[in-house]
């Protein structure tokens, strides 16, 4: 009976709040783990206060939150696909954008800053307008480019000439909007239309 008494003051004394815990090498420093209440080093000795080897018992840190990265949404593309189908491309050759491309489509293709834009140069030339710059049509009845001058007051040059009325637009013609020289390259024309995959077979 008095062997079972023992051991409950024991139990008990182990899991007395008023316990310390044994104080760190001088070469040591305290350093509170983020989000623990205490360090990591107390946090041990009141798991173990008897200084047993239990590996199982002795925290290491804070653990960590899964964090869920959803799949993109189709809806969120900006490629447009089958709704908008490409008809060709304007190419960044100088300026901010260099390397870049942008895609045309059917019917007229505003070019300009504002992300609105159905060609958006928000590369960071200031000197382009903000909407309607200048448009790049593609008509699909003739199978022809043509380009012509915005509404605003900026200019528009086409193989370093200016643009004041709509032109025909060629194969690696450059178009030159503020300080962005873009290089025009079709996919649509004589040889080729979305049209055409559309028609039943003979």
């Known amino acids: 009976m008095a062997d079972e008494e023992d051991e409950k003051t024991r139990l008990i004394r182990r899991q007395s709040p008023q316990a310390q ?6 070469d040591e420093t305290e350093i509170p783990d983020a989000g623990l209440a205490k360090p990591t080093r107390v946090l041990d000795w009141m798991m173990n206060p008897e200084g047993e080897s239990d590996e199982k018992t002795k925290l290491v840190g804070p653990a960590r ?4 990265t ?3 949404s189709a809806e969120t593309s900006s490629d447009g696909g089958e709704l908008d189908p490409v008809v060709g491309w304007l190419v960044v ?13 059917y019917g007229q293709n505003s070019l ?3 992300k609105g834009e159905r060609v958006s140069l928000d590369f960071g030339d200031g000197s382009i307008s903000r ?3 200048a448009f790049v049509l593609y008509e699909p009845r003739k199978r022809q ?13 086409l193989n370093g000439d200016l643009l004041a009325d709509s032109r025909p637009l060629n194969p690696s013609d450059v178009i030159e909007v503020g300080a962005t020289k873009l290089r025009f390259v079709p996919l649509c024309g004589p040889d080729f239309d979305w049209e055409d995959q559309a028609q039943p077979p003979k």
């Open 21 to 26: 815990p044994p104080p760190l090498p001088e």
């Open 65 to 68: 939150r899964a964090v869920k």
């Open 70 to 72: 959803e799949p993109a």
């Open 93 to 105: 050759l100088s300026g901010p954008g260099r390397g870049n491309a942008r895609r045309l489509g």
């Open 112 to 114: 300009g800053r504002d």
């Open 131 to 133: 909407s309607k710059h």
């Open 145 to 157: 480019f043509y380009l012509r001058p915005g509404d605003g007051a900026n200019l528009t040059y």
